[in-house]
């Protein structure tokens, strides 16, 4: 069946360091792929979305691209700051009505 | 605009209570899902409405989880008889449109706690 598997947190790091968050997906097809963060005390927001392999979603810093051969969708960010710390979750898809389906969360910490 | 709200923020039930969570999505928006998140887990989808159309019920996890949307506005998800495995946050997502495509604005949950 179609899951989503990203790596284990918490993620810590200093402030201005590069964040990669990886994410690898099993589907059939060729579903579209998001990354949600959730702030503390915050609902789940979209941050990107990519639709189609080769496809790169990027959105305040934060980038994504959708690589079908290696089926990931790591996101990545140059230089962190204190306010990206939350939790990012990764999902995907799939054209059966609009059923997301989501990797278990990665919390990432960003100390000054 | 107002985004997906969703009451009560937070439920505490005894083991055995029956519980309605309700959410109100985006003014206009054709799809509904709920989701439940179990603590330092992913959502998981429960069901899907477009209108007043359940069109996906396939996440429900027993015949004690019900949902309705009779207007196709507001939703409700009752949960019967609850148990302490029902202890989650609820999540309920709204979209524009009938597509499978479209951006899912979610509410802030409900967070469930059976005793």
């Known amino acids: 069946g179609n899951s989503v598997t990203q790596m284990e947190g918490p993620v810590t790091l200093s402030e201005e360091a590069f964040l990669t968050i990886n994410c690898t997906y099993t589907?059939?097809?060729?579903?579209?792929l998001f990354w949600y963060v959730q702030y503390p005390g915050e609902g789940l927001q979209l941050l990107l979305k990519?639709?189609?392999?080769?496809d790169k979603g990027s959105n305040k810093g934060f980038e994504a691209t959708y690589r079908k051969e290696t089926t990931s969708f790591h996101l990545e960010k140059g230089s962190v700051q204190v306010s990206d710390s939350a939790v990012y979750f990764c999902?995907?898809?799939?054209?059966?009505?609009?059923?997301?389906?989501f990797g278990q969360g990665t919390e990432l910490s960003v100390k000054p | 605009g107002a985004g997906v709200s969703q009451s009560p923020r937070y439920k505490v039930a005894k083991r055995g209570q029956d519980v309605a969570l309700r959410c109100d999505p985006i003014?206009?928006?054709?799809?509904l899902f709920w989701y439940q998140q179990a603590l330092g887990q992913g959502p998981e989808f429960l069901t899907y409405?477009?209108?007043?159309?359940?069109?996906?019920k396939s996440g429900l996890p027993s015949d004690r989880f019900f949902a309705e949307r009779p207007e196709g506005s507001v939703s409700t998800l009752k949960i019967q008889r609850t148990q302490q495995e029902d202890s989650a946050v609820y999540l309920c997502?709204?979209?524009?449109?009938?597509?499978?495509?479209?951006?899912?604005?979610f509410g802030p949950g409900t967070r469930l706690l059976v005793l």
């Open positions: 999902a995907l898809l799939y054209n059966q009505g609009g059923k997301l389906i």
């Open positions: 003014s206009g928006h054709v799809s």
């Open positions: 990519a639709t189609k392999a080769d």
């Open positions: 589907a059939t097809g060729y579903p579209s």
């Open positions: 409405f477009q209108n007043e159309a359940q069109l996906d």
């Open positions: 997502a709204s979209s524009l449109g009938g597509t499978a495509w479209e951006t899912q604005y």
